[in-house]
């Protein structure tokens, strides 16, 4: 028996998330006695997975799973977890690995907990605490089966390093032509820019910002904290960014560590998007905006005389540190 | 071409978040429920697929009578016909119990799900059909299209997208993008008349487990108040950004 995790990457290089998943399924597998393996996939070099507490790891090296397919990746979680005896099972909440979750939990039938946040809060009974309710709120939830899934919030435990001494072996499961039946025919990526997906700090604009043509102050300041770029539902509504950059509700939800709202008043459904943020600044002219009840930080005051004095100050503060 | 909408039935964002009976259970007094967004989207979708080739769309949901007006509300929308199954949602693997036996019975080509619902954020169902069903899948589909029996579908990735392409029968978990936000649907009158006499056919459950169970809700501890910063002390901000809060 041993705890299993599925450490993420692309391109042949560790996502940050993998690390964050190694440091907290070792914490977890201390509290249950046991021992961490993370699966892999294509990952090239493994052993930056020893820095964060894995004792052992199951390469897979499959040149028809180069590209993602949900069905196949959770396939190889699936084999991997029964070859370890794993009873739980940690997976990251990237798009991916929530793509393929329900497919794992289905697979081995295993209770499956989403958005959970912190140690289980006990192992036997198990039980974790989740966010519900757009982070309104918390459940603690049991999972009464067997074996046991969790999917662990993004950016909710952080990377802590503990040093292991790691086994490496490979690993060469089943994959069924049927797991091929959804192809990827081709990706768009948007090269060269921080996604929001990735980010440590988001810097995100309103419709305060008064129109498209200022928004040359969003990508500078987001420049300067090597942050991404987001935006309020209005300005995407409006056509002034595209939709990929809406968060919120129905856009995309944000945890990243700053979020920096400039001209964004705060409507219930953009912090539900966005309150599972670490720290949030608000720029704002109207000091009554609902965002200052939420943010951590506030200025009060016009974003065009505000935001351009940040970014020179901001580039002072990074030529120091 | 036969499509399932799955419906859930959620508390409006603004709603009062609180609890009863030692804090196990959802304070339902004065609450407004609305069809989960993301289903939303997907109904739209579908309706689209009525109006330009044809499609027949059935609206499932899995809660007791009270969830019904949101059903009638997606029947004025368009739906065809809906079915309830009758049974209180316990978790992610019940209700996909529940919905895979209805899209076993109905032979559905497309069967469209929210990728998450407002209220518990699981983002589970529609995989878990998939799973049981061992249907193809997409979830988080900002765009579908679909000839005859093959589907192309945009899935929104990190930081960008990809186009896939499959064939039905096919699961998707619908998100915003698949139709955009002005394009959803508002029940006209003639809409809502017309949705009073389409029928609900109420189901009653099939036997499945729960996998998972709630114990108790908790609210976040609140929050401190905004330490505000004067305009002309971004210095201070961007000290306390790096000290206190060290963020950057």
């Known amino acids: 028996m041993s705890l299993l995790i599925y450490a993420e990457s692309a391109e042949g290089k560790f996502k940050k998330v993998a690390f964050e998943l190694a440091s907290y399924a070792k914490k977890v597998a201390e509290s249950l006695g046991t021992t961490v393996t993370a699966v892999t996939i294509n990952a090239g070099d493994v052993s930056d997975l020893a820095k964060y507490g894995v004792d052992k790891v199951l390469k897979v090296n499959n040149n028809t799973l180069t590209g993602f397919s949900a069905k196949a990746y959770a396939d190889v979680i699936k084999q991997a977890a029964q070859k370890e005896s794993a009873k739980v099972v940690v997976l990251s909440s990237t798009t991916d690995s929530i793509y393929l979750s329900s497919l794992v939990a289905v697979s081995l039938d295993a209770g499956f907990t989403s958005n959970v946040v912190g140690l289980p809060v006990s ?18 939830t049991e999972i009464t089966t067997d074996v046991k899934v969790i999917g662990l919030a993004k950016n909710s435990y952080g990377i802590i390093e503990s040093n292991s001494s790691l086994t490496e072996e490979d690993f060469n499961p089943n994959i069924d032509a049927a797991d091929f039946n959804v192809k990827v025919t081709s990706v768009e990526k948007s090269s060269g820019k921080v996604s929001i997906a990735d980010a440590d700090i988001v810097v995100s604009g309103g419709r305060g910002l008064k129109g498209p043509e200022n928004w040359g102050l969003i990508e500078e300041l987001a420049n300067v904290l090597g942050a991404a770029t987001a935006c309020s539902k209005p300005v995407s509504d409006l056509g002034w960014r595209p939709h990929a950059e809406h968060v919120g ?31 949030k600044v608000v720029i704002n002219s109207d000091p009554e905006a609902p965002f200052f009840k939420v943010a951590d930080y506030g200025v009060v005051g016009d974003a065009f005389e505000i935001v351009p004095q940040l970014i020179e100050k901001l580039k002072a503060f990074k030529a120091q540190h | 071409m036969k499509i399932l909408v799955c419906i859930s039935h959620v508390p409006d ?31 739209t979708r579908a309706i689209w697929f009525q109006e330009q080739q044809g499609a027949n769309v059935t609206i499932v949901n899995v809660g007791g009578p009270e969830t019904e007006p949101t059903l009638r509300k997606a029947l004025a929308i368009g739906a065809n016909e809906a079915i309830r199954i009758n049974a209180t949602p316990t978790d992610g693997f019940f209700v996909a119990k529940q919905l895979a036996e209805v899209i076993k019975t109905g032979g559905y080509d497309l069967i ?26 997409v979830n988080s589909c900002v765009g579908l299209t679909i000839e005859g029996t093959n589907a192309t579908v945009n899935r929104e990735i990190d930081g960008g997208k990809e186009i896939v392409s499959t064939t039905l029968p096919l699961i998707i978990g619908s998100q915003k993008g698949l139709v955009e936000e002005k394009d959803l649907r508002i029940p006209n009158m003639r809409g809502i008349m017309t949705a009073r006499t389409k029928v609900i056919t109420v189901l009653e ?34 000290n306390l950004l790096h000290n206190e809060a060290k963020v950057i």
């Open chain 2, 112 to 137: 469209i799900a929210g990728k998450e619902s407002l209220d518990y954020n699981g983002g589970m169902v529609p995989g878990m059909i998939a799973g049981i069903l061992g249907y193809n899948f």
């Open chain 2, 13 to 43: 964002t603004t709603s009062k978040i609180n609890f009863v009976n030692g804090d196990s259970e959802f304070d339902t007094n004065g609450v407004q429920y609305v069809i989960n967004p993301n289903d939303e989207f997907g109904l």
């Open chain 2, 205 to 238: 459950p099939v036997a499945a487990n729960s996998n998972t169970k709630s114990v108790q809700f908790e609210k976040p501890a609140p929050k401190s108040a905004v330490k505000l910063i004067a305009a002309d002390q971004l210095d201070e901000l961007i």
């Open chain 1, 123 to 140: 192992t036997s009974p198990f039980q974790v605490k989740r966010t519900a309710f757009s982070n309104k709120a918390f459940n603690i």
């Open chain 1, 249 to 279: 509700q129905t856009g995309k939800p944000v945890a990243t560590n700053l979020y920096i709202a400039i001209g964004i008043s705060g409507a219930i459904q953009h912090i539900a998007g966005i309150n599972s943020s670490k720290v």
